[in-house]
């Protein structure tokens, strides 16, 4: 079963401002709707001026006397004065304070670890309340409080300023730092310095070098195979190849249109080789010259 909820005996936020039948006064001060004072007039002919302009009488001075009333739309004035108040509320820059409290004897370790977290909070934009304790005859040594935090001041320079200077207050002794405008001009938008030299410092991609791409030449080209063989060339006739007869006949790379052309000419100029080389061996052993033979 629910708990229920305790009666919240609170009134209830009502607009205390009197408008129209509201108004009990027997006479007031009456401002038109275009600014312009009317002059002390009846509370009843104030109003049947406003409702013959379709406009609430607006009791803007209950204090003066006679109380001043306006005649305007309640409900655009309302309206317009939210709408102001939530603008001003949206551009108010909100300042949180932080503390952080430190020991007179405090440890290296410890005292980087609690000057970062005050590095953050300066980054963050809020404010930081650094705070020494001094215990029992601590306190008779309130130096060692101020060197420490003239310490932390001097090394956070770059990010802060010393909004409140050191003072004592009892067994503590308390300073106030603030954000630098270097901290604070990155909430607009502007970079750090570092990222802007480095941004600057970077070279563009150089462009990529086309492919040097040659034609085979015929003296270094392999067949479609890849075995490394080459075509064979025309030989002329005086000249005698030396042909394995264990070795496959070599092929060179042929078109379709080509078929026919290549199967006839490989037979012919093998044919020819042998028949140059016949030709000159008998020339030798007749003693003739071989150009003769042939």
């Known amino acids: 079963m629910p708990v229920p909820r305790r009666f919240d005996r609170r009134p209830p936020d009502r607009d205390t401002t009197r408008i129209n039948d509201r108004i009990r006064v027997p006479e007031v001060r009456l401002v038109g709707e275009d600014g312009k004072q009317i002059g002390v007039v009846k509370t009843v002919d104030a109003l049947s001026y406003a409702q013959e302009r379709d406009l609430d009488l607006v ?10 009333c306006r005649v305007l739309d309640y409900s655009k004035y309302k309206y317009e ?3 102001k108040q939530k603008a001003a509320r949206k551009h108010q820059q909100q300042i949180t304070i932080r503390e952080i409290k430190f020991r007179p004897k405090i440890a290296q370790n410890d005292y980087d670890t609690k000057k970062g977290h005050v590095s953050r909070f300066l980054r963050g934009h809020d404010k930081v309340k650094i705070t020494i304790m001094f215990r029992g005859r601590e306190v008779t040594h309130p130096e ?16 802060a300023v010393i909004e409140q200077s050191p003072i ?8 106030l730092l603030a954000p630098s405008k270097a901290v604070l001009a990155e909430e607009r938008g502007s970079k750090p310095a570092a990222e802007v030299k480095q941004a600057g410092n970077g070279a563009a991609p150089a462009a990529e070098a086309p492919e040097d791409v040659s034609p085979p030449t015929a003296e270094g080209s392999a067949d479609a195979d890849g075995d490394g063989a080459s075509a064979p060339t025309d030989a002329p006739a005086g000249s005698a190849p030396a042909v394995d007869q264990d070795a496959p ?6 078109t379709d249109d080509d078929d026919d052309a290549s199967e006839v000419s490989q037979p012919a100029a093998m044919s020819a080789a042998l028949a140059a080389e016949a030709a000159a061996a008998t020339a030798a052993e007749r003693g003739t010259p071989a150009d003769t033979a042939a």
């Open 144 to 159: 060692r409080g101020t060197a420490l935090l003239d310490r932390l001041a001097g090394e956070l320079a770059e990010i």
């Open 59 to 68: 009791e803007v001075a209950p204090d003066a006397r006679p109380p001043v």
């Open 168 to 175: 004592q207050d009892g067994r503590n002794m308390t300073m």
């Open 249 to 254: 006949a070599p092929s060179a790379p042929a």
């Open 81 to 83: 004065q939210a709408q």
